[in-house]
C-alpha cells in the first residue's frame, strides 16, 4: 500500500512540475510571438509614415495662385495637387484612399481593415499593408480646429493605425498607431 | 525523508522557472508599452516644434528685419508664460507645462520646452548671448515612458 502511495505522490509532483514547465514554455512562445508581431508592425507605420510625410509636407507646392489645392476630401479619401520632383514642369494629383478589405474581431467587435493606396495621376504608386484599422484625414486651422472651407486649411492631420501581422486579436497591443499634424506651408 | 526533500526541490525550481518567465513577459510588455508611446511621443513632438517654427523667430523680427543680433532679446528669457500665448520662439522658453492631447486612445503628455541661442558655427554649443539661431528642445512625459522623450531642432533668422 506505502509503495501505491509513494508512486501516486511521485507522479503528481512529476505532474505538476511538468505542467509548470510546459505552462510557462508556452507563455514564452507566446510573447515572443507578440513582440515579433508588434515590431514588425511598428516597422510598417515607420515605412508608411515616410512615404505619407515627403507628401504632405508638400501639399500644394508649385499649385499657381487661385488654381485649387484639393481635388477631394471625404472621411476616406483625400487628392491634392503639389509638384513632386524639383525638375516637374505641371503638378501632379497625388491621391490617398482607404480601401476597405476585410473585417477582423479586435476585442469583441467586428473591425474593418482597410488598405491605404496611393495613386499619382490615377496610377497606383504604393500601398499599405492591408491592416489598417483607422485612417484619418483631417484640415484644420493653426489653432487644431477643422475647416469647412479646405482653402482655409493652415494644418493638415493624419492620424492611422495598422494591425499586427500575426495574433492580432490576442496580442497585447492590438494596434500600433501613428498620429502628426503637418503645417502646410504652401497653402 | 530524501525523496520528499527532492519533490519540494523540483516544485521550487518549477516555480522559480515560471516566475522568471513571468517577469520576462511583463518586461516585454513594458517594452511594448513604452515603444508605443515614445512613437506617438515622436509624433507629438514633432507637431509641437512644427508649431513653435511658424512663430517669429524673435520679438524683435516679428515687425522689421534685423541685421544685427545685439537687437534680438537678451537672456536670460522670460519664464512661466502659457503654450498658447507664445508669439515668438524664445516665448516658449520655460513654459508652463502644457499638456499635449493626442488622439490616441486619449493618451495626454506633459510637454516642458527650453530655447536657447547656439554657436552658428556650432549648432550643438549654446552661447549666451545673442545670435540668429535658437536651439528649441522639446521633453514631452508620460508615465508609460521609461524616460522623457526629447526632441531639439534648430531654428534660424532670416
Redesign the interface.
Same mark, same amino acid.
Given at each position: 500500500m506505502q509503495f501505491l502511495i509513494?508512486h501516486i @505522490?511521485?507522479t503528481m =509532483?512529476?505532474g @505538476? *512540475?511538468l505542467l509548470?514547465?510546459a *505552462?510557462?514554455q508556452f !507563455? @514564452?512562445n507566446e510573447?515572443v510571438v507578440?513582440?515579433t508581431s $508588434? $515590431?514588425a508592425s511598428?516597422k510598417q *507605420?515607420?515605412e508608411l509614415t515616410n512615404m505619407i510625410e515627403s507628401d504632405f509636407k508638400n501639399v500644394g507646392l508649385g499649385v499657381p495662385p487661385g488654381a485649387p489645392v484639393f481635388n477631394e476630401v471625404t472621411p476616406t479619401a483625400i487628392e491634392f495637387n503639389l509638384l513632386l520632383a524639383p525638375g516637374d514642369v505641371a503638378t501632379s494629383a497625388v491621391r490617398y484612399e482607404a480601401v476597405p478589405i476585410d473585417t477582423l474581431e479586435l476585442d469583441g467587435q467586428s473591425e474593418p481593415l482597410f488598405q491605404l493606396r496611393r495613386s499619382v495621376n490615377g496610377v497606383l504608386t504604393g500601398q499599405s499593408p492591408p491592416r489598417m484599422a483607422e485612417f *484619418?484625414v483631417e484640415l484644420r486651422n =493653426?489653432e487644431g480646429n477643422p475647416v469647412a472651407n479646405p482653402e482655409d486649411t493652415e494644418t493638415i492631420h493624419v492620424?492611422y493605425?495598422l494591425v499586427p501581422p500575426f495574433n492580432a486579436d490576442k496580442g /497585447? =497591443?492590438k494596434k +500600433? $498607431?501613428? +498620429? !502628426? @499634424? /503637418?503645417?502646410a506651408p504652401n497653402l | 525523508m530524501s525523496q520528499t526533500l527532492l519533490a519540494l526541490v523540483a516544485l521550487m525550481v518549477a516555480m522559480q522557472i515560471s516566475m522568471v518567465q513571468q517577469r520576462s513577459v511583463l518586461n516585454a510588455r513594458l517594452s511594448m508599452v513604452s515603444s508605443e508611446m515614445e512613437t506617438v511621443a515622436t509624433g507629438a513632438g514633432l507637431d509641437i516644434l512644427d508649431y513653435i517654427g511658424s512663430k517669429a523667430f524673435d520679438a524683435a523680427t516679428a515687425t522689421q528685419t534685423i541685421t544685427d543680433p545685439a537687437n534680438l532679446t537678451s537672456l536670460p528669457f522670460a519664464t512661466g508664460g502659457l503654450y498658447t500665448d507664445a508669439l515668438d520662439i524664445d516665448d516658449f522658453n520655460g513654459i508652463q507645462p502644457y499638456v499635449y492631447s493626442t488622439d490616441v486612445d486619449g493618451i495626454d503628455f506633459v510637454v516642458q520646452i527650453e530655447v536657447n541661442y547656439v554657436d552658428e558655427g556650432n549648432l550643438t554649443e549654446s552661447v549666451l548671448t545673442p545670435t540668429f539661431s535658437k536651439s528649441v528642445t522639446v521633453t514631452l512625459n508620460q508615465t508609460s515612458l521609461e524616460q522623457p522623450v526629447q526632441l531639439t531642432r534648430v531654428f534660424s533668422y532670416p
Open positions: 509513494d @505522490t511521485a =509532483i512529476g @505538476t *512540475v509548470i514547465l *505552462v510557462a !507563455r @514564452t510573447a507578440d513582440q $508588434y $515590431y511598428k *507605420v515607420l *484619418v =493653426i492620424h493605425a /497585447f =497591443i +500600433t $498607431y501613428w +498620429t !502628426r @499634424t /503637418f503645417l | -
